[in-house]
């Protein structure tokens, strides 16, 4: 399996990556309290197949039926959400307001997806409290050969702004194998002090940015001694995390395009950051 991220080669060796522990298991159990402690423990829930695939599909759906004719490969189905190779003309930059995914993240079905109850119960137990989403709202759309990834970073450095007790949930919407750019996460990072990798900061390719750790996967993973974790993520699929964690994703390489939601949680009585009260949008500088 040929892996990279941001357009830089990782080797998918044992020595490098290693998979992803589930836990929805422990969903049956109903203790909240268990599932605090995994979550501490790891960094992050995997929990395989906590929402409804068709549900999840269909929103995919949704999503690639606002495109004009061209992007999706003739013969497919905006479900499958397979590229062309071509994006067209009269699309505007990804996620500033006339691109699909701007209007997409203020849309009824998106509200309506995002407020599954499923997914408010578990960060409440997580949260140890009543729950609140925050609107910030993130759709990512990756699609082969753009070489554009997320960089190795942690959600706090990017809301710092606000209460540390804060749960991300990301949801792959659709299929997400680790060629079609899935999430992996640095094995035990969490733990680690932010002094242990800054160093890694000077390795970048966006030097105007410090909150970014590093873009070169394999030279994060070999200095900091720790692997990265991942899974062959499945529609349906949820995972959590906590802000502090290491994670990055890697390069769209399949013909299916990677389309994923970010989502987060804070206790209702705490202070959130002020910059994810208002919806997403790709320019925002948040």
């Keep these: 399996m040929n892996l990279s991220s941001n357009g830089v ?10 998979p992803l522990r589930p836990s929805a298991d422990l969903l049956g ?25 068709a549900e999840v599909l269909r929103l995919r ?31 505007p ?27 408010s ?23 082969r050969g753009t070489r554009r990834a997320s960089r190795a970073h942690v959600d706090f450095d990017y809301m710092d702004e606000g209460s540390p007790r804060v749960v991300t949930f990301w949801i792959p919407v659709g299929d997400c194998p680790p060629p079609t750019g899935a999430l992996v996460y640095l094995e035990g990072s969490h733990r680690l ?11 970048t390719d966006r030097p105007g940015d410090r909150r970014q750790i590093c873009h070169d996967l394999e030279l994060t993973a070999r200095t900091l001694g720790r692997r990265w974790l991942y899974a062959d993520f499945a529609a349906g699929d949820v995972m959590v995390h906590l802000p502090r964690i290491i994670h990055a994703s890697l ?16 206790r209702s009585d705490d202070s959130p950051d002020p910059r994810w009260l208002r919806p997403w949008s790709a320019d925002d500088g948040a």
């Design 193 to 203: 002090p932010p002094e242990e990798y800054a160093p890694l900061r000077d390795t």
């Design 251 to 266: 390069d769209t390489t399949t013909d299916a395009m990677r389309l994923s939601v970010d989502t987060r949680f804070v």
């Design 121 to 143: 119960e578990l960060a409440g137990q997580l949260l140890d409290a009543k729950a609140e989403m925050l609107p910030r709202r993130i759709l990512r759309h990756f699609h």
């Design 9 to 18: 080669p990782i080797p998918f060796t044992p020595e490098l990556f290693g």
């Design 29 to 53: 159990t109903r203790d909240a309290g268990a599932l605090r402690e995994r979550l501490h423990a790891d960094g992050y829930l995997y929990l395989p197949g906590l929402l409804d695939r």
């Design 93 to 119: 930059e990804y996620g500033v307001a006339g691109h699909p995914a701007y209007a997409f993240v203020r849309s009824e079905p998106f509200a309506q997806f995002v407020a599954n109850p499923v997914l």
């Design 61 to 91: 759906g949704r999503y690639f039926s606002l495109f004009p004719p061209g992007l999706l490969a003739p013969g497919s189905t905006p479900e499958d959400g397979v590229f062309s190779g071509h994006v067209p003309e009269d699309v």
